[in-house]
């Protein structure tokens, strides 16, 4: 495999000034790349106001990558991808809150950048000053890396600095992306990174487990729960995250989701041949030669879905012959075993068909049951657009906070996963007198996988998990402010509606199927031969069977 770059202003007088700077990657290392190819300036200047006119102190900005890390010989075809990813156009987040303020969509917005695409009225003004400083097109302007980083490009997750840096000392590029790269963005929202990690976001401090509560950098409240089981192995997000679901396919719109459990679990993993790697695929292997495995028959394991490389994972054999699947951490380096997917009872019964893996082993997920969102003309807010002050403040209160199991309803493709409370809210729209109420689910997964999975109980004889409502939650200080906590009413004809138009609650005749499973786990433990084929057992009962 040949890693290929085009060599661009060697020769250039920076390091007659800057000759002390160390902590490049061998791969960025201005002795050989120059520092103009990516901080731009005149490199063939000898005095320091003329050097430094054009500087571009943040390289990797979406502003200038056409310049830096686009240009012809460096990373062009990966900047072309990142620019129709989900991370850079939020093309997603802006078509959902749009509906939900029930406005028009604008026609052939996709070739604008964000701040082209935002008005200041509505959704836009909401999207502005509480949502897009997430977005990759985000400026950044301070050096340093801290937990509420946000945005700046490609540097967002490619730049780590030294924890305790030298004055002489420079953030060095990489791609060991580690997770304090994700949190600034995904500890909001799903709160995935949180999650993770097994913090809940919570209103109060329960005064009898005082030591399961803490403070993040921001000041939001956290309590201590469950972590994921990946994350207490060691595992960072790219160990599972592949570049194509974070960095784009160049198709926008495209679903970011390439990775799924089985990829890795399952007993035959998927593989391709080293001559099918893409360009990019053999970049990286030759970025991480101690994390690139290929079998004997000069195959790499891939994902299902796309067959993106995933080239630290293999089998392997132990000195004592026993077959091994082994993962070697992107970041860390350290070598997990996998445990396989079992076939069993639980995973192979009749209408378990459907159910995606955080349908039972989610342990919990965060969700939010009140939610009031209204416009104050008469105060400013921080447009994260114009980086200052605007008139105009968007409020936003909560109540109704919990972590617990989520309920379960039907994604896009089908499939049976967990749903939390997306858009369970009461919009005051500026200019308009009446309330606008919304009771929407989004499916949600909620990275808090356990071992064990939810018990029998916690989905055949429970209203929670098939998202009934079974009472209504008010505001403390706003008892006017009422939403219901769940989803359907109990018996309700329609699904119920989620912040993905395809997706929905269970429907009624899956509830009643459901919940004729239960009738019978009273008597019937989990390991009975009934289930095997419920509905054919159950086909033969006499009509004065108990619960029947």
């Given at each position: 495999?040949?890693?290929?770059?085009?060599?661009?202003?060697?020769?250039?007088?920076c390091?007659?000034?800057?000759?002390e700077?160390?902590?490049?990657?061998?791969f960025?290392?201005?002795?050989?790349?120059?520092c103009?190819?990516?901080?731009?300036?005149n490199?063939?200047?000898?005095?320091?106001?003329?050097?430094h006119?054009?500087?571009?102190?943040f390289?990797?900005?979406m502003?200038?990558?056409?310049?830096?890390?686009?240009?012809?010989?460096?990373?062009e075809?990966?900047?072309?991808?990142v620019?129709?990813s989900?991370?850079?156009?939020?093309d997603?987040?802006?078509?959902?809150?749009r509906r939900?303020f029930?406005?028009?969509?604008?026609?052939d917005?996709?070739?604008?950048?964000?701040?082209?695409?935002?008005d200041?009225?509505?959704?836009?003004?909401?999207?502005?000053?509480?949502?897009?400083?997430?977005?990759?097109?985000?400026?950044?302007r301070?050096h340093?890396?801290?937990?509420?980083?946000r945005?700046?490009?490609?540097?967002?997750?490619h730049?780590?600095?030294?924890?305790?840096?030298?004055?002489t000392e420079?953030p060095?590029?990489?791609?060991?992306?580690?997770n304090?790269r994700c949190f600034?963005?995904?500890?909001?929202?799903?709160?995935?990174s949180?999650n993770?990690?097994?913090?809940?976001?919570?209103?109060?401090?329960?005064?009898?487990?005082i030591?399961?509560?803490?403070?993040?950098?921001?000041?939001?409240?956290v309590e201590?729960?469950?972590?994921?089981?990946?994350?207490l192995?060691?595992?960072?997000?790219?160990d599972?995250?592949?570049?194509r679901?974070?960095?784009?396919n160049?198709?926008?719109?495209?679903?970011g989701?390439?990775i799924q459990?089985?990829?890795?679990?399952?007993?035959?993993?998927?593989?391709?041949?080293?001559?099918?790697?893409?360009?990019?695929e053999?970049?990286?292997?030759?970025l991480?030669?101690g994390?690139?495995?290929y079998?004997d028959?000069?195959e790499?394991?891939?994902?299902?879905?796309?067959?993106?490389a995933?080239?630290?994972?293999?089998?392997s054999?132990?000195?004592?012959?026993k077959k091994?699947?082994?993962?070697?951490g992107?970041?860390?380096?350290?070598?997990l075993?996998?445990?396989?997917?079992k076939?069993?009872?639980h995973?192979?019964?009749?209408?378990?068909?459907?159910?995606?893996?955080?349908s039972?082993?989610?342990a919990?997920?965060?969700?939010?049951?009140g939610?009031?969102i209204?416009?104050?003309?008469?105060q400013?807010?921080?447009?994260?657009?114009?980086?200052?002050?605007?008139?105009?403040?968007?409020?936003?209160?909560?109540?109704?906070?919990?972590?617990?199991?989520?309920a379960?309803g039907v994604?896009?493709?089908g499939?049976i996963?967990?749903?939390?409370?997306?858009?369970n809210?009461?919009?005051?729209?500026?200019?308009?007198?009446?309330k606008v109420?919304?009771?929407?689910?989004?499916?949600?997964s909620?990275?808090t996988?356990?071992?064990?999975?939810?018990s029998?109980?916690?989905?055949?004889?429970s209203?929670s998990?098939?998202?009934?409502i079974?009472?209504?939650v008010?505001?403390?200080?706003?008892?006017?402010?009422?939403?219901p906590?769940g989803?359907?009413?109990?018996?309700?004809?329609?699904?119920g509606?989620?912040?993905?138009?395809?997706?929905?609650?269970?429907?009624v005749y899956?509830i009643?199927?459901?919940?004729?499973?239960?009738?019978?786990?009273?008597?019937?433990?989990k390991?009975d031969?009934?289930?095997?084929?419920?509905?054919?057992?159950?086909s033969?009962?006499?009509?004065?069977?108990?619960?029947?």
């Open positions: 495999m040949i890693l290929g770059f085009q060599v661009i202003h060697a020769e250039e007088g390091l007659g000034c800057h000759q700077r160390k902590g490049f990657s061998i960025h290392d201005p002795r050989q790349l120059g103009s190819s990516c901080h731009l300036g490199p063939e200047a000898s005095e320091e106001n003329l050097a006119r054009g500087l571009e102190a390289p990797g900005r502003g200038s990558l056409d310049q830096t890390c686009g240009r012809s010989g460096c990373h075809a990966q900047v072309l991808r620019r129709f989900v991370m850079h156009t939020v997603g987040m802006l078509e959902t809150t939900i029930g406005e028009e969509q604008p026609i917005q996709h070739h604008l950048e964000l701040s082209k695409k935002l200041q009225s509505g959704a836009d003004s909401y999207l502005r000053k509480l949502c897009v400083s997430c977005h990759l097109g985000n400026e950044k301070k340093g890396q801290s937990l509420k980083a945005g700046g490009g490609c540097v967002a997750c730049l780590e600095y030294p924890q305790k840096p030298e004055k420079h060095r590029l990489t791609v060991e992306v580690d304090l600034g963005c995904h500890s909001r929202s799903g709160r995935i949180l993770y990690l097994g913090l809940a976001e919570v209103e109060e401090v329960d005064p009898e487990r030591q399961d509560f803490g403070r993040l950098p921001d000041r939001r409240l201590r729960k469950a972590a994921d089981l990946h994350s192995a060691g595992m960072a997000c790219i599972c995250h592949t570049s679901e974070l960095m784009g160049g198709i926008r719109d495209e679903s989701i390439d459990c089985l990829d890795c679990h399952r007993a035959e993993l998927a593989k391709k041949p080293l001559n099918r790697l893409t360009p990019e053999n970049l990286y292997a030759a991480q030669p994390r690139f495995f079998s028959s000069a790499v394991t891939v994902t299902r879905r796309h067959g993106s995933l080239y630290h994972v293999r089998e054999v132990s000195p004592l012959g091994r699947r082994l993962l070697t992107k970041v860390s380096g350290k070598e075993e996998i445990p396989l997917f076939q069993g009872l995973h192979n019964l009749n209408g378990h068909e459907r159910l995606t893996c955080d039972c082993h989610a919990w997920a965060p969700q939010c049951y939610c009031h209204r416009y104050d003309a008469n400013k807010q921080w447009d994260h657009l114009l980086d200052r002050k605007t008139p105009g403040r968007w409020i936003e209160s909560r109540w109704a906070v919990e972590a617990s199991l989520p379960l994604d896009e493709s499939r996963t967990t749903f939390v409370p997306g858009m809210l009461i919009l005051e729209k500026p200019g308009i007198n009446e109420r919304h009771q929407l689910f989004s499916a949600l909620p990275h996988a356990r071992l064990d999975g939810r029998c109980n916690g989905c055949h004889q209203d998990a098939l998202g009934i079974h009472e209504h008010t505001h403390p200080d706003h008892p006017e402010w009422i939403l906590r989803w359907i009413d109990e018996g309700q004809k329609t699904p509606a989620s912040s993905h138009p395809e997706a929905r609650s269970l429907n899956e009643q199927k459901i919940r004729r499973v239960g009738d019978c786990l009273s008597c019937h433990a390991e031969v009934i289930y095997q084929d419920f509905k054919s057992w159950r033969t009962l006499p009509v004065n069977h108990p619960s029947y």
